[in-house]
């Protein structure tokens, strides 16, 4: 069984920075692909961004590129979404997903963590 736990979440000035963690258990993970998505209530889940585990390519929606920066450690099986110049539209909870079926911004993916809530004050 894989396991996704996310961690970093907090309250954050706008303008600030906050780094997320992922990280992925399971004897058998192998991962060839993991996505950062957001969920406000009253907003629908969007896809925030992407890497591909072995390439590590990247992937952005337009609304972060420039100001996030997804990474891995392939050795720990971690991702990482760091967030900077934080808008309070930013204001979401985060979750982690490893495995797509198809595109890297679809939400089918084989699994999900639980979130980490990140709050932008204006």
């Known amino acids: 069984q894989v396991q996704l736990v996310e961690s970093g979440g907090g309250l954050v000035q706008t303008g600030g920075s906050l780094s997320l963690t992922c990280a992925a258990s399971?004897?058998?993970?192998?991962?060839?692909?993991m996505g950062w998505f957001r969920h406000n209530p009253g907003k629908k889940r969007e896809f925030v961004a992407a890497?591909?585990?072995?390439?590590?390519?990247?992937f952005y929606a337009d609304s972060v590129k420039g100001r996030f920066t997804v990474s891995r450690d392939s050795a720990k099986n971690t991702v990482y979404l760091h967030l900077s110049s934080l808008k309070p539209e930013d204001t979401a909870s985060y979750y982690c997903?490893?495995?797509?079926?198809?595109?890297?911004?679809?939400?089918?993916?084989?699994?999900w963590g639980q979130g980490t809530q990140v709050t932008v004050s204006s």
């Open positions: 890497i591909a585990w072995t390439a590590g390519s990247t």
């Open positions: 399971g004897q058998t993970f192998r991962p060839h692909a």
């Open positions: 997903a490893a495995n797509p079926r198809t595109a890297v911004e679809s939400f089918d993916y084989d699994y």
